[in-house]
């Protein structure tokens, strides 16, 4: 089965490459296999793609979102978006660093308005948390910086643990307690009013952005094109 998936993606590629010389131009044609993370993937990046997709008519795009780990060359990914991810990368994958994560804790007016606001990391892990879970039942510990180069990792007991980053947000917003959460992903809900940055001096880096492909599939138009995209305009500071 491994052999026969191997063949059909060789066809497929291809196929692909021989309809690219035979219309004797270097535009994005055929199919585009991407994936990117569930949450990120549907805010930041599926925008983009829309907006590439209609001005390359001749592209088929194939984007899944997903947080699962993924294998480029067994499952034909063309292009990948990774937060976090291996600090070295095999010889076979392309990658490019895009910036890190700003995490910052964040809780809803009302929450704050009940229970007062947290003036320093002591008193912050006296409040209720809500946690991101991960798929084996443990938790993301919080982050808590104490001076420069000093980053604790603190294991918290959590009144609501949820595996996806929009459902965490949304707890948050419901007043269910504190959280630590990319900026990415609460700027709108901050500049609306409805979370509120707590302890600003405790913002910190966390995980890396990277987009990472097979190497030499960088050779197609397709690919190029979208890395360079995504290289100019995505962002997760």
Request: aromatic fraction near 8%.
């Amino acid at each position: 089965m491994a052999f026969y998936r191997t063949c059909v993606r060789v066809l497929s590629e291809l196929e692909e490459a021989e309809a690219v010389l035979a219309a004797q131009r270097s535009e994005p044609i055929g199919r585009l296999r991407m994936d990117a993370p569930a949450t990120f993937g549907r805010l930041r990046v599926w925008p983009l793609m829309l907006r590439f997709a209609q001005q390359h008519p001749h592209l088929r795009p194939h984007v899944s979102f997903t947080d699962r780990f993924v294998d480029l060359l067994d499952e034909g990914i063309d292009v990948a978006i990774r937060i976090g991810g291996a600090d070295h990368w095999p010889g076979s994958v392309g990658h490019r660093y895009l910036g890190s994560e700003r995490l910052i804790f964040c809780a809803s007016p009302d929450y704050l308005t009940k229970l007062g606001t947290p003036a320093s990391s002591v008193e912050l892990v006296q409040y209720d948390a809500v946690l991101y879970g991960r798929a084996d039942g443990t938790t993301s510990p919080w982050l808590i910086t104490h001076g420069p180069g000093t980053t604790e990792r603190r294991t918290m007991e959590g009144r609501i643990t949820v595996g996806n980053g929009e459902a965490q947000v949304a707890a948050v917003k419901a007043g269910y307690g504190i959280a630590q959460l990319a900026t990415w992903l609460v700027c709108e809900e901050i500049a609306q009013g409805q979370l509120v940055q707590v302890l600003p001096e405790l913002a910190t880096q966390g995980l890396p952005l990277n987009l990472v492909w097979p190497v030499g599939r960088q050779l197609l138009p397709k690919v190029d094109a979208m890395l360079e995209l995504l290289s100019a305009e995505l962002q997760i500071a």
